[in-house]
């Protein structure tokens, strides 16, 4: 077919399709504290090069090429083992039950309050295993649901490997949807050329808010976001899981890792407990994110503790932008996203936010579309899932506070 032949001086709006608008200025502008979340992740970024992109960060750590994003989960074997039931004195045997009796082998030595056993047989289908007290010490009775302490193993000098008798950590699959997100401006050129007090660019202005309004929706995603509606044949409108479903409604490894305040007010002594049971099941806490009222709290109750240094003679308050116990230290960040009575403890090098990207990079877009008449259309689309890895490990959410 041969090309369209205009007459005439040549308009920018002869030929639409597919105008590309340089947006980079437009998130630059952005204050981080509107996207607190995001920006944890070291989004948005745009590089300057790219024109027409809304790229943010892609902090996946396993490429998005499918619409169901699956990624794995490793994590130690434990040293605490709770019994399943009571141990008798001079039973001679442990009962683990028939799930976590598999990270017991012969000749492991294991110590409850003060007494070691030498583990002497496993019976992995009754849940149990044979002890031997360790010489020199006096055997007790042991309650049900107290953890075991599993030491090491000891063996003789030249012995063969026991393949049966071993036993092999096996990563955990989870998975999350590509959700598509999309926005749009529309003016007429009346519109565009009016010139109004204040605006220097209508339709910059216009461009500018909407990316501002769907990047803070696309954070309320990933914040709080159920996972729901699985692609198929049938469903074109997949959600995809934030925070709120891999944290807050999942069953992590210690219950209070999920806090209920009650309607009680945010305390020390909360936070302490909830890092302290994150980081017993191997997480690593580095942010607390919280609502501006929470924020208001944290600073209240640390006050006391708090250091001064480098106050102007006209400058005087309390801000605390990091905290630390024995279990935690990290920064603070307020988020005007987050629910007045949420509060969310982060190992942020467990999460990842990135587009569907395989044949083509899904990535948002800002692209104008063909000419429709009298009108200017600008279109935003894209296609992105979220990681929550160690979900039930490495994060912890306190809720139902005080507001």
């Known amino acids: ?46 590089s300057p090069k790219e024109r027409g992109a809304a790229r943010g960060a892609n902090t996946l750590q396993f490429p998005c090429t499918e619409v169901t994003h699956t990624w794995l989960n490793d ?16 039973s001679g045997t442990l009962n683990f039950g028939t799930t976590t009796i598999n990270y017991i082998s012969v000749d492991d030595l294991l110590m409850a309050d003060d007494v070691q056993w030498r583990v002497t047989a496993v019976d992995a289908a009754a849940g149990t295993c044979s002890v031997s007290l360790l010489a020199g010490l006096t ?3 042991v309650a049900n649901a107290v953890n075991v302490l599993r030491l090491h193993n000891s063996i ?44 220097g660019d ?24 159920y996972r729901s509606a699985a692609p198929t ?52 806490p580095d942010t607390i994110l919280v609502s501006p009222i929470q924020k208001v709290q944290i600073d209240e109750f640390l006050d006391p ?20 116990n024995s279990f935690f230290d990290g920064k603070i960040v307020i988020s005007r996203n987050l629910r007045p009575g949420d509060a969310i403890i982060l190992s942020t090098k ?17 692209r104008q579309l063909a000419d429709r008449g009298n009108t200017v259309d600008w279109y935003l689309s894209g296609s992105y899932t979220m990681e929550v890895r160690n979900n039930t490990r490495g994060h912890g959410w306190i809720y139902s506070l005080a507001t």
């Open 139 to 141: 055997d007790a009775n």
């Open 1 to 46: 077919m041969p090309p369209t032949a205009v007459k005439g001086v040549k308009g920018s709006y002869f030929d639409t399709a597919g105008l590309d608008i340089n947006i980079a200025d437009t998130l630059d502008a952005i204050d981080p504290r509107e996207l607190a979340f995001l920006s944890l992740l070291g989004w948005p970024k745009v």
């Open 305 to 324: 503790y708090r250091s001064v240094q480098g106050f102007e003679n006209d400058r005087y308050g309390g801000m605390v932008s990091r905290y630390a």
């Open 202 to 225: 209508n339709e910059k202005r216009e461009i500018a808010m909407m990316l501002q309004s769907k990047f803070r929706q696309f954070e309320l995603a990933c914040m709080y976001n």
């Open 350 to 366: 467990y999460l990842g936010v990135g587009p569907l990207n395989g044949h083509l990079d899904l990535s948002f877009s800002l």
């Open 156 to 199: 003789v000098e030249g012995k063969t490997a026991d393949v049966a008798g071993g036993y092999s950590l096996q990563p955990t699959q989870t998975s999350n949807y590509v959700q598509n997100f999309d926005g749009q401006v529309n003016l007429t050129f009346t519109e565009k050329s009016v010139m109004r007090y204040g605006i």
């Open 233 to 284: 044949a049938t469903s074109s409108k997949p959600i995809m899981g934030g925070l709120y479903f891999y944290i807050r409604r999942q069953t992590t490894e210690k219950a209070d890792q999920l806090y209920n305040a009650g309607g009680g007010k945010l305390t020390d002594t909360i936070l302490k407990t909830v890092c302290r049971n994150i980081y017993e099941v191997g997480g690593e």
């Open 75 to 90: 994590a130690l074997d434990p040293t605490l083992i709770p019994l399943n039931a009571a141990y008798t004195a001079g």
